[in-house]
């Protein structure tokens, strides 16, 4: 396919707005669905592109359709039955998830796409709002290679490392390694952040001279300065996380992998939105240590 392909995008949220909007500026031609209608015509107004009333009037007649959706449970409702995307794509098209869910959807999807004709990869993004907007993202992905190989350029439209790990399911499993890496990092770094100004440090100054080490991380370079200034209104919400860490300690009883900080952590989590902090950022971990 060239890289003038047809895209159909399901689901404009934080992510999936400004990851359309790269595939608009690479001039490919665009339909675009989102539930809430509005967000679809001012991304069309935004954009070089038409608004869809349907994910299946999106997708027709498009050679790659991407849906970055909210859950397993959001992504079967535009995905499957007379409305969804399956109804309206062409043999030979291409669906490309984006959303974090389980692997058991990705491989019952990735089955129901091939007695389609259809070809499906699994392919949820590392980067937060931030990386949707710079197309800096990472995308992980699962399916078989020759898919990949023939949607990786599109996916390059927002994706700065785009790699395929495996069959079905193996981006979604991927990204789970991914949440649960990153549940343990804030935990550590908000653990550290309040330790330094308990102690009367300077917090900022500390975390800037330690981003030379090895306590170095990406976490630590984007969030310790607005933990330290109590700001949580940073990109991926606690209530996501708390979606995802679910996923992962889902799968976990699964294939019997023991997640002992990624279940205290999802805890805290919880914790915090018992304070009303459902919308904070995933750093907002630090005001359980400041209220005990």
């Not at 030979?92 to 259809?118: F, P, Q």
């Not at 102690?199 to 300065?225: C, F, I, P, T, Y």
């Not at 700001?231 to 991926?236: L, T, V, W």
Request: aromatic content about 6%; overall charge negative.
């Amino acid at each position: 396919m060239s890289d003038k392909a047809a895209v159909a995008f399901v689901g404009l949220g934080v992510m999936g707005y400004p990851m359309a909007g790269h595939l608009a500026s690479k001039r490919h031609p665009m339909r675009v669905y989102n539930r809430t209608g509005a967000k679809s015509a001012q991304w069309a107004q935004e954009f070089s592109g038409t608004a869809r009333p349907t994910p299946a009037e999106a997708a027709h007649g498009a050679d790659y359709v991407m849906t970055c959706v909210g859950n397993d449970d959001d992504l079967r409702s535009v995905v499957l039955g007379e409305t969804g995307v399956f109804a309206g794509m062409k043999e030979g098209a291409m669906l490309i998830d984006h959303t974090t869910t389980s692997a058991m959807i990705a491989r019952e999807l990735a089955e129901e796409a091939a007695k389609r004709g259809l070809g499906f990869l699994d392919a949820p993004v590392s980067g937060g709002q931030a990386g949707a907007e710079n197309g800096s993202l990472t995308v992980m992905v699962g399916g078989d290679e020759a898919t990949f190989t023939a949607a990786e350029p599109v996916m390059q439209c927002y994706g700065k490392t785009v790699m395929r790990m495996g069959e079905a399911g193996a981006g979604q499993l991927t990204k789970m390694v991914n949440q649960i890496c990153i549940a343990g990092l804030v935990q550590g770094l908000s653990e550290g952040m309040n330790f330094a100004m308990a102690a009367g440090l300077d917090a900022k100054r500390a975390a800037e001279v330690m981003s030379g080490g090895a306590a170095q991380s990406w976490q630590m370079d984007n969030r310790a300065g607005t933990m330290v200034d109590g700001e949580f209104e940073f990109g991926f919400a606690v209530d996501w996380m708390r979606k995802d860490l679910g996923i992962c300690i889902d799968e976990s009883a699964r294939n019997g992998a023991k997640l002992p900080v990624a279940e205290m952590v999802d805890g805290f989590y919880s914790e915090i939105q018992g304070m009303g902090g459902n919308r904070y950022d995933t750093s907002s971990l630090i005001l359980n240590l400041k209220n005990k």
